[in-house]
Every structure is written in structure tokens, then in C-alpha cells.
């Protein structure tokens, strides 16, 4: 059984910098596309960034330049880095998973296992 784990989030001032944690816990995670989510207050959840089994990344152009996608294998774990975050930023972060696929996956039915999500406020 596959397990997603966020960690990382809390409370941050807009301008600093923040990174996100997704580990992964049984299957073998050099396989496993991982995309991050994200839900703000009183919206649905919208894709944020993917990195495929391959180290494709793909980042929505909402966050682009800002936020960046990358896998440590050896340690089984993603990184979402967020530089320069804004309030726009506050949401539920979540981790998403499923074997093989690619970065650019951004649909929510595409990935099989999810984490339970770390919250992100950014403070003006």
C-alpha cells in the first residue's frame, strides 16, 4: 500500500521562501508520477506541479518562475519549493501519486493515491 506524507507547511510572510515535503512510503517511488494540488479557501482544487517517473516537470504558469518541482529517489520524497510566496499562495497543499505517467498529468482522476495535505498561509 502506497502512502503520501506532506510536511513543511505553516504560517510564512509573503517574499520568504517555503518548501513542501511529499514522502512516500511503500510501492518503488522511481516509478510513481507526483503532482502537488492545491485547494485556497472557498475553491475547488486546482494543479500546481508534476514531476514524472522520468524527471519531466511541468508547473502551472500561475506559479511558474516562482515555484519548482523536484525528487530526491534515494530518499523517496518530492520538493515543492516556493520562493517569493504570496497570499494568493494560502491553501491546502496535497501530494498526489500514480505509476508511470508524466509531469504535464494535471487532471486530479490521473493520480490513484493522495496524501492528507499540509496548510500554506502566507501573511501579507
Known amino acids: 500500500q502506497v502512502q503520501l506524507v506532506e510536511s513543511g507547511g505553516g504560517l510564512v510572510q509573503a517574499g520568504d521562501s517555503l518548501r513542501l515535503s511529499c514522502a512516500c512510503s511503500?510501492?518503488?517511488?522511481?516509478?510513481?508520477?507526483i503532482g502537488w494540488f492545491r485547494q485556497p479557501p472557498g475553491k475547488v482544487r486546482e494543479f500546481v506541479a508534476g514531476i514524472g517517473w522520468s524527471n519531466d516537470t511541468y508547473v502551472e504558469d500561475s506559479v511558474k518562475g516562482r515555484f519548482t518541482i523536484s525528487r530526491d529517489n534515494a530518499k523517496n520524497v518530492v520538493f515543492l519549493q516556493m520562493k517569493s510566496p504570496k497570499p494568493e499562495d494560502t491553501a491546502v497543499y496535497y501530494c498526489?501519486?500514480?505509476?508511470?505517467?508524466?509531469?504535464?498529468?494535471?487532471?486530479?482522476?490521473?493520480?490513484?493515491?493522495w496524501g492528507q495535505g499540509t496548510q500554506v498561509t502566507v501573511s501579507s
Open positions: 511503500g510501492g518503488t517511488f522511481s516509478t510513481y508520477t
Open positions: 498526489a501519486g500514480r505509476l508511470g505517467g508524466s509531469g504535464w498529468f494535471m487532471g486530479e482522476g490521473l493520480y490513484d493515491f
